[in-house]
């Protein structure tokens, strides 16, 4: 299952982590988030133990949306060695998602 990723715990979680992170930026009334919601799930199946797969609810931790200048949700950054490498805005299929996170790994 994807973490739950706040402001208070963002920096150890995603900053502090030896592997790459995959940060799903959200909201309950955005649409396009709830169909991406469930592939985030299923990435954060397939790479437990490989990456890092969180979520963070940008109306409940504005600071870290701020800090990465969030505008459009779903946004998906991409993170490795504490910096962002990659992002994603608007859904895309799960192909794409995965693929990015591939390129982190390799």
């Given at each position: 299952m994807?973490?739950?990723i706040?402001d208070?715990?963002?920096?150890?979680v995603?900053?502090?982590?030896?592997?790459?992170?995959?940060?799903d930026?959200?909201?309950?009334?955005?649409?396009?988030?709830r169909?991406?919601?469930?592939?985030?799930?299923?990435i954060?199946?397939?790479?437990?133990?490989?990456?890092?797969?969180g979520?963070?609810?940008?109306?409940?931790?504005p600071?870290?949306?701020?800090?990465f200048?969030?505008?459009?949700?779903?946004?998906l950054?991409?993170?490795?060695?504490g910096?962002?490498?990659?992002k994603?805005?608007?859904?895309?299929p799960k192909?794409?998602?995965?693929?990015?996170?591939?390129k982190?790994l390799?």
């Open positions: 994807a973490l739950e706040t208070a715990n963002f920096e150890e995603v900053l502090k982590s030896d592997k790459p992170v995959l940060v930026f959200w909201a309950e009334w955005c649409g396009p988030c169909m991406v919601g469930p592939v985030v799930e299923e954060a199946k397939e790479y437990d133990g490989k990456a890092v797969v979520k963070v609810n940008v109306d409940n931790n600071q870290i949306s701020t800090q200048g969030i505008r459009n949700i779903p946004a950054l991409y993170f490795k060695d910096q962002v490498v990659d994603q805005v608007g859904a895309v192909s794409i998602l995965a693929e990015k996170l591939n982190q390799a």
